[in-house]
């Protein structure tokens, strides 16, 4: 059988929303195997597929802004334009990645849209490309808003509204490229990749689109969708594009073996069995330490809507590079771990206030949980994702800078007090998510790649 590629990102978010499309290309007989970051080895060989490292290739673009604090940054910035040095690092780790891929010998790459220019450098040496996205489609489509946006279009002026988004949206872009382009004296990444290209005979200008959400990516590829179509909104769908989305493993996750949270599970266990209290989960993801102030203000605030909340149970998941020591003393309603597990958690969860990442999106409607959405990053699909869990009545949303300790109060009391409304919602997305989650669809696409 063909050999698969998933050359994924490496966020165990990415490869965590690949785990299902893997595993029924597997099952089905094909050989998968993942490429990715030394970072990933441990998680995806724990679920028995075989890893391999592939040299980073710099695909995303990345701002000179002179905010040198350090001499040394200064000496390094002007020894990068005096000197070759970042091309000819940038033309090695393009050279390493393709001789990683030449020993694997793959028949076809899925490859994780963020990376997408890297698709570029497999058609060099013959491999086939269909990227896959845990986000709604980057890309323009007419009457939608960038995903990046948080605006819910409704009403008859939405159109217009969204194509002026998507105006700002891409003079921003192309200010930022010309803006990063001249700032470094051509030593940004895109210039230096279309400086390599020209070696390998790849004009990469004709072959980027720009018209996108996030990023930079290439024209007429097909792609996989994995985020749910059903949890979008309304539109046709572009050309080549496969909403083969949620197909989600959600019993993925092992157990920790921690006293104190064997006992909140006894007593959640209780709770959910006798029909009593209320309990809110908070997480803000995984990837946390590039918000680190923001998360750490929220966090000491969600302390003191504990404590506004008496009659709530709360349970907080800081992830890793948090210090829960800083939010001690903390009231007897209030239960802080750097980790839990979040998929089993939730069985015993009312509501769950989260960043708006895709895959806690889809492990709540799996377990009938409502959601408060603080989006962390304006430039990821967080803030699409709350707009569409709002259009959906899924649950509510706020600004994490902004909403003081009294408005997340009020806001968790909206949710309880229009319980049945948001947790009725939730179920018919579920059975929406059922619907495809189960599907073979993958295994046509896939075939049909062979014929």
Known sequence: ????????????????????????????????????????QNEIEKFGFQFYYLAEVSVAKVSFAVRFSKFYKLVTFFFWLVSKEKYLMSKKAVVDFQSAVREIQPDLVLLDEQSALKAIFYEVINIKVIVF??????????????FTSYYLPKGRMSKLYCSLLWLAKLGNYRFNCFYNKILPFGQ???????????????????????????????????????????????????????????????????????????????????????????TVYCSLGTITRKFKKEVEK??????????????YLFVISTGADFDIEELYPTPNNLFIFDYVPQIKLLQYC??????????????????????????LSPQWDQPGNSARAVYHGLGLRGKIKRDSVKTISKKLNTLKLNYSFYSNNVLLMKEKFEEKNNSDEILEIIGNVFK
């Open 1 to 40: 059988m063909p050999k698969i590629l998933i050359d994924v990102l490496p966020a165990k978010g990415h490869f965590h929303a690949t785990l299902k499309i893997a595993s029924k290309l597997k099952n089905a007989g094909y050989e998968v195997v993942y490429g990715s970051d030394f970072y990933l």
């Open 133 to 146: 996205q845990t986000k709604p489609d980057t890309r323009k489509i007419k009457g939608i808003p960038p």
């Open 188 to 278: 940004d990444n895109f210039s230096i990749l279309k400086k390599i290209g020209k070696d390998f005979e790849i004009n990469l200008t004709e072959k980027v689109d720009i018209k996108r959400s996030f990023g930079v990516g290439v024209k007429n590829i097909q792609r996989l969708v994995i985020s749910p179509a059903a949890f979008d909104f309304p539109h046709l769908e572009k050309e080549g594009v496969f909403r083969v989305g949620p197909l989600v493993d959600i019993q993925r996750e092992g157990k920790i073996d921690k006293l104190r949270y064997g006992n909140l599970l006894t007593r959640l266990e209780s709770d959910k069995e006798n029909s009593t209290g209320f």
């Open 298 to 311: 929220f966090f000491k605030k969600m302390a003191k809507v504990a404590l506004l909340n008496p009659d």
């Open 350 to 375: 009312d509501l769950m206030i989260t960043h708006g990442g895709m895959n806690s999106i889809t492990e709540c409607v799996y377990n009938n949980v409502p959601m408060l959405i603080y989006p």
